[in-house]
């Protein structure tokens, strides 16, 4: 019962418990009806019983599982209390008593994640509690890197109900990249038709020798993408999309040849990336390529509507890793460099980056990107995702920006998560449960008023050698359940953090990923069935480099 993940700030436990059963109610108060429906159909597929939704007449009733909205809580609060009155779920929000449900669900045992019972006979019971939740962090999030190797959506679906179970509250999906473009667009209907597969694909880090040469692809529909925002909603889970300009964007151009810089390279003759790496072939920094760029924007914000959750105004134009090398080579890169009037390439990058930072904001709208967007001076409103370690967050802090804490070298969870030579195409540092669990997303040395800034932090799943949901399993979890811990509760200095005691809890959380089906990493290493022996990653031996 003190097995829960993320661990909350308060559980007092009593001596009884509350019976589930044919007469359980679930009554709902008023602006809890949606949390309602969804707490009645995941444990009515789990336990097999009725429980019927109903008004909340507010009188105890042994026999129910309450839920209410509550004044003095904040929108993520909760206050959860199991006793001789029976259940009684309160949130400041109808998010908090979403949230307060997820610790519900935890209480009644692994199977409460099955989808149908296991056993028909077997009694279900909330042992008597009072627990007492709010997260630390606003922001806890996942990104998905979906452009590399492209996730159905039934995966998407998935992982929206694994995050919500680990009390995660943004997804951000890498959209495009490269090697991929996974979003229809209805006025560039070639940037699906073209830019969402590849004839082949390498196999291992880029120096592999080895190909697949099954051709991969896929993409979402318009409607998918309305379903897995209205989905995540229904999670209290803010969906932010990520276009990524303007480097990662061969696949792009591969579709729209003229959206490359066509002075320097035959673009027509690109295909969608089939390796990885950074990449040469970087968007032409021209007027038409922001005109191309604001009618994908247009179809974007229709399909991301920024009422759907906290951080739905938030739009990921990523601006990372942009090779500079064709635009000091194009005439028409230089031209425009003198046009504008402008220092350099890298100027040029800040001014593509800054058009669509006004432009958002001219829309209601607010850019968040990746920390190079710093380099040339950003917005107000816009935010940055830090991932080359904790640098670009405390300049973006510092600036009065606001961050989410993302270092590649703490969270990227590509990164393997063991040393042995077992660990499946390993890749970068050895980043371990424990180093996650040790993980700080606030950097020591920003004042009070800085650190307000971080508006929290988020784990990435890049792609390249996870190539189906077995291998993304793997490497999220159980890290991601670290993750959550250190997103959600207020743990102390990475030293002092009784790791010992989540490795107990974890015990418990192993069996809840059991039930859910998912393909973790044990803890004693992976299964046959999860290494790949012969295929090349990129181990970085030593510890990674200092923050
Ligand atoms: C990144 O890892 N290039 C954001």
């Known amino acids: 019962m003190t097995e829960l993940i993320p661990a909350p700030r308060s559980v007092v436990a009593g001596s009884g418990e509350v019976r589930l059963t044919g007469r359980t109610r679930i009554r709902?108060?008023?602006?809890?009806?949606?949390?309602?429906?969804?707490?009645?159909?995941?444990?009515?597929?789990?336990?097999g019983l009725p429980l019927p939704v109903g008004r909340d007449?507010?009188?105890?009733d042994e026999e129910s599982i309450a839920l209410a909205l509550s004044a003095g809580?904040?929108?993520e609060e909760y206050r959860l209390v199991s006793g001789p009155a029976g259940v009684r779920i309160e949130g400041g929000s109808a998010a908090g008593v979403l949230l307060g449900a997820q610790t519900l669900r935890q209480l009644l045992g692994p199977d409460a994640y099955r989808r149908a019972p296991v056993r028909r006979d077997r009694a279900w019971a909330v042992p008597h509690v009072t627990v007492e939740d709010g997260p630390r962090f606003r922001w806890r999030g996942l990104m998905l890197d979906v452009a590399r190797h492209f996730m159905p959506k039934d995966g998407v679906l998935r992982y929206i109900d694994l995050m919500a179970a680990h009390k995660l509250n943004v997804l951000h999906l890498h959209l495009t990249d490269d090697q991929g473009w996974r979003i229809e667009i209805k006025r560039y209907p070639k940037l699906t038709e073209v830019g969402s597969w590849r004839a082949r694909t390498k196999v291992g880090h880029r120096a592999s020798p080895l190909w697949d040469d099954k051709p991969h692809g896929g993409h979402y529909t318009q409607d998918d993408i309305r379903e897995i925002v209205a989905y995540a909603a229904e999670r209290h889970i803010s969906v932010v999309p990520e276009i990524d300009v303007p480097g990662h964007s061969q696949a792009a151009i591969a579709a729209y040849p003229e959206l490359g810089n066509s002075d320097v390279v035959d673009t027509a003759s690109l295909t969608v990336w089939d390796t990885w790496g950074i990449n040469?072939?970087?968007?032409?920094?021209t007027d038409d390529t922001l005109r191309f760029y604001e009618g994908v924007l247009e179809e974007v914000l229709d399909l991301f509507p920024a009422d759907a959750g906290p951080f739905s105004p938030f739009v990921h134009i990523g601006g990372d890793e942009c090779s500079k090398d064709q635009w000091r080579e194009s005439d028409t890169a230089q031209k425009q460099i003198s046009n504008?009037?402008?220092?350099?390439?890298?100027?040029?990058?800040?001014?593509f980056i800054g058009h669509f930072d006004s432009w958002l904001a001219a829309r209601g709208r607010r850019l968040i990107g990746w920390d190079e967007i710093l380099e040339g001076g950003l917005a107000p409103g816009a935010a940055v995702s830090s991932w080359r370690g904790y640098a670009g967050g405390v300049t973006a802090a510092r600036a009065g920006h606001d961050v989410v804490m993302c270092p590649e070298q703490q969270v990227y969870l590509d990164h393997r998560q063991a040393a042995g030579p077992e660990e499946p195409v390993p890749i970068g540092y050895v980043r371990t449960l424990?180093?996650?669990?040790?993980?700080?997303?606030?950097p020591a040395e920003l004042t009070a008023a800085e650190r307000a800034r971080v508006l929290g932090t988020q784990a990435n799943v890049w792609t390249e050698v996870m190539e189906d949901q077995g291998r993304v399993d793997y490497q999220t979890f159980p890290r991601l359940a670290a993750l959550a811990e250190v997103a959600w509760s207020d743990l102390p200095a990475p030293a002092d953090r009784d790791f010992t005691d989540f490795e107990r809890r974890m015990t418990a959380h192993y069996r809840r990923l059991d039930a859910l089906g998912v393909g973790y990493r044990p803890p004693t290493g992976p299964l046959p069935w999860q290494q790949r022996p012969?295929?090349?990653?990129?181990?970085i031996d030593g510890p990674p480099p200092a923050r």
Not at 57 to 60: E, K, P, R, T
Not at 534 to 539: A, D, H, V
């Open 28 to 47: 709902v108060g008023r602006g809890t009806e949606e949390v309602g429906d969804w707490l009645r159909t995941v444990l009515r597929q789990a336990t």
């Open 57 to 60: 007449s507010g009188d105890a």
């Open 73 to 75: 809580l904040g929108p």
């Open 280 to 285: 040469a072939n970087v968007l032409a920094p």
């Open 340 to 351: 504008l009037g402008l220092a350099d390439e890298d100027a040029l990058q800040a001014w």
């Open 434 to 442: 424990e180093d996650v669990y040790r993980f700080e997303p606030v």
């Open 534 to 539: 012969g295929i090349l990653g990129r181990p």
